[in-house]
């Protein structure tokens, strides 16, 4: 049986936002700066110590960032294979990369910390006195880590990240918006050519970025998996909040006929499988790896993780991020429904922020190699808590998350949301998933 295409209208009106989200941008960005001014106030207030204050700044702010790193990825990785599926939804994934140029801001406070002397609570190796004088078994260890694990070094290495990352976040934004104003291939075929180099730089400055704001926080530790590990966490925000843009974007009557259940179903297979199942298998197979080796410098990350309140929130990590939605999203049909696609990708962004968290915030007692048997330290530490349920921490997430919404409805709000030039954009509108 034979039915009609849906009319697709490529006119102003159905792919630019114009004066639409006006007030939506205004109310983000005042929910967002009220929230942070909140938190402040609660630090002065001695609400949270300034080292609790930095590392949850640190959490969120990374996790914001994440979001436009898995928007970059998406982008270049779309090109790289010269898809022309993904033609219709790639302009928000370049706006939300676009914010690469300026998400650099909520690194200051580490460089102002850092060149005044004062980072040694966050980074132990940036003040090797303190950490010799509570830690000296960890602190001989990063000794020898001293000449990648120095301020200097660490700081160049930092504006390396964000400059490529601000490069190649606004150059594809830019040479798409060209290819709309011309019936020439030259740009697509230009952010093809940028694609390759584009993936190995991101692959190298991601990897880096994860090992120096994450790893280090906790010096003596180390794993080579932990980059690819990052890497799950951006793809899965990434790919979550491009998902949660597409859908509001239908739901307030833009793009419509030009987003189909078919692109709905791919992206649901992107968020499936980078955010739970790729993310379980590095996950897991770093975990494995470490316990079967059972060394004690890197056992010691992993226990932290398993004291007290920390075990049950690493079991929720588990079941949150991989089981649960492994089961929901194990069918193609709530891919293609908006409505459980929906909720699969906000529950992903929220253990997205959930992970991060149980990256960054535990930290290593200076005592736990001393405890002789695993029982014993975990009962030493059965008192210990996650800390998830303060104010500061919720008041940071919402306060970020509200000022990133203002800067994308902004620029959505600058640019149309489809490349109506686009070579491969006959292919998307008449995309269909066998």
């Not at 599926?85 to 706006?95: H, Q």
């Not at 406070?109 to 940036?126: A, D, E, N, Q, R």
């Not at 620029?411 to 030039?421: D, E």
């Amino acid at each position: 049986m034979s039915h009609a295409s849906p009319t697709i209208d490529l006119t102003d009106r159905n792919i630019e936002l114009g004066s639409t989200g006006g007030t939506a941008r205004v109310a983000c960005l005042l929910v967002g700066v009220i929230c942070l001014a909140v938190a402040f106030l609660l630090v002065f207030a001695g609400q949270m110590d300034w080292t609790g204050f930095w590392k949850a700044w640190l959490q969120n702010w990374f996790f914001i960032l994440q979001i436009s790193l898995g928007a970059l990825f998406f982008v270049f990785i779309q090109h790289l294979t010269k898809a022309g599926w993904s033609t219709a939804i790639r302009r928000p994934a370049e706006v939300l990369a676009s914010h690469l140029n300026w998400l650099w801001v909520g690194f200051i406070p580490f460089l102002v910390l850092l060149l005044m002397g004062k980072g040694g609570h966050i980074f132990p190796w940036s003040d090797m006195e303190m950490l010799a004088a509570h830690a000296p078994a960890e602190a001989h260890l990063v000794e020898g880590k001293l000449p990648y694990l120095n301020t200097p070094f660490f700081l160049i290495r930092a504006v390396i990240y964000f400059v490529c990352w601000a490069f190649f976040g606004t150059w594809f934004l830019r040479a798409s918006l060209k290819q709309g104003r011309t019936d020439d291939s030259g740009p697509t075929r230009a952010m093809q050519k940028m694609a390759c180099p584009a993936a190995i730089l991101f692959g190298v400055t991601i990897t880096f970025a994860a090992f120096d704001w994450i790893m280090s926080l906790s010096p003596g530790w180390f794993s080579t998996m932990f980059g690819v590990y990052a890497f799950t966490g951006a793809a899965t925000c990434g790919f979550a909040v491009l998902i949660i843009t597409c859908i509001l974007l239908q739901r307030n009557g833009l793009m419509v006929n030009v987003i189909s259940r078919e692109h709905y179903q791919d992206m649901g297979k992107l968020l499936f499988g980078f955010g739970m199942v790729f993310w379980a298998y590095i996950g897991f197979s770093q975990y494995m790896l470490i316990w079967y080796a059972n060394i004690p410098e890197e056992t010691g990350w992993f226990l932290t993780r398993q004291l007290g309140d920390w075990g049950w929130f690493s079991a929720w990590l588990l079941f949150g991020h991989f089981c649960i939605p492994f089961v929901f999203l194990i069918s193609k049909h709530p891919k293609r429904d908006w409505k459980t696609l929906l909720i699969a990708a906000c529950w992903l962004l929220f253990f997205g922020w959930f992970d991060t968290y149980w990256l960054i915030m535990p930290v290593i007692p200076h005592d736990l190699a001393t405890f002789e048997t695993y029982d014993a330290a975990v009962q030493a530490y059965a008192s210990e808590r996650t800390g998830i349920g303060h104010p500061i921490n919720w008041l940071l997430m919402v306060g970020m998350l509200g000022i990133f919404a203002s800067f994308t409805i902004s620029r959505l709000r600058a640019h149309p949301l489809l490349c109506r030039k686009d070579p491969w954009l006959k292919d998307s509108l008449g995309f269909e998933n066998f």
